[in-house]
């Protein structure tokens, strides 16, 4: 329970479905020491006559998410904050906290569903297409799928805060929505300026060079943690022409511009994969591959080499980044998904 609308809808929901139902509230990062999230919170579970628990992640989340997003722009690659803390932390320990107390299934307010295939669990994207979260979660294991319940998987926002309003509940109806990164939600660039790992790079980066393709000096940038593959808005430069970034040479702080055709890429190798079903997935001649929350849909055949997974697309992509996320769909499922190492 963040003590946003979702969630606590979700709740309300679990109790109409006649569900004994607790809520847990993780605390992942308060600026400066804003408690607004746990205190409705509170209120919510005070006001439905549920038991809530508040349980201090702070540290832990730090270290896996933060740091991870920190070392990730660093290394000059594009982080996926929200699909880590989804997939390695959210999830597992809200299971965690379940075994802990004896209880069986775990909720949450996501916008997916869930649906069961071949005898095995898999997400399945929400009904509203604009709040579907889907993409998020190709990562889960079966024994967390498996006790998956998801009141929002077939409602809109629009419902949602209907809902709300219905019962009574006039501030969770008006929440506004949480947009971005939770710990940065507007610009990435103020936070790694202000984080300590920066500020000790910081000298070693400084300000570089925007070049052609050719290697060629165009102008001078603020320094390549500031700057993601495919990114067009924000060079602070006019050449009267679009460009775009292609490529961050982090050893020389040198971050390549181009036009959007030269960014097209065929093939992709994922890390860190997961697959429901990689007997499934390796056999299907074309599965959807998604690079994006809501755009840049392709098609493709997923192939094993290693370790890694090698993707070839049917059609060219553009902006695939080193670090993003990569979601593999078939029929209404989430059958995997894995972190970009490169392509070509």
């Given amino acids: 329970m963040s003590g946003g609308t979702d969630s606590s809808v979700a709740a309300m929901l679990l109790q109409d479905a006649g569900y004994e139902v607790v809520g847990v509230t993780f605390r992942f990062y308060e600026k400066d020491g804003d408690q607004t999230h746990l205190d409705d919170a509170r209120a919510l579970s005070a006001r439905l006559g549920i038991e809530h628990i508040a349980y201090d992640a702070r540290e832990l989340f730090r270290k896996e998410i933060i740091d991870y997003f920190i070392d990730e722009y660093l290394a000059g690659h594009t ?8 997939n390695y932390l959210k999830w ?16 949450t307010g996501h916008y997916v569903q869930r649906v069961a295939y071949n005898d095995k669990y898999y997400i399945s994207p929400a009904t509203d297409p604009d709040k579907d979260q889907s993409f998020f979660l190709w990562g889960l294991p079966q024994d967390i799928l498996q006790r998956m319940v998801l009141p929002l998987g077939r409602m809109t926002k629009q419902d949602v805060r209907a809902l709300a309003a219905h019962r009574g509940f006039e501030r969770v109806a008006t929440k ?16 790694l300026r202000d984080s300590t790992k920066y500020q000790e790079a910081e000298a070693t980066i400084g300000v570089g060079s925007f070049v052609d393709e050719q290697g060629e000096y165009i102008a001078q940038h603020e320094g390549y943690p500031f ?9 602070g430069i006019d ?7 292609k490529d961050i040479d982090v050893a020389q702080n040198r971050v390549m511009l181009s036009d959007l055709k030269s960014l097209e890429k065929r093939v992709m190798w994922l890390k860190d994969w997961r697959a429901v079903d990689e007997e499934e997935l390796l056999n ?4 959807d591959v998604r690079i994006r929350y809501r755009k840049q849909h392709n098609t493709g055949r997923v192939y094993r080499e290693g370790a890694l997974l090698r993707i070839e697309l049917n059609e060219p992509l553009t902006a695939i980044a ?6 593999f769909y078939k029929e209404g499922r989430v059958i995997g998904g894995g972190i970009i190492v490169c392509a070509e």
């Fill in 284 to 287: 299907y001649v074309s599965v």
């Fill in 239 to 245: 050449l009267n022409r679009a460009v775009f970034v």
């Fill in 92 to 107: 597992p320990l809200l299971a965690q906290l379940a075994d802990e107390r004896g209880i069986y299934w775990i909720a």
């Fill in 322 to 327: 080193p670090g993003q996320a990569a979601a």
């Fill in 227 to 235: 700057y993601t593959i495919g990114q067009r808005r924000g060079l």
């Fill in 79 to 86: 982080p996926v904050p929200c699909t880590l803390c989804n």
């Fill in 176 to 191: 506004k929505d949480s947009l971005g990164v939770c710990f940065c939600p507007m610009d990435y660039r103020s936070f």
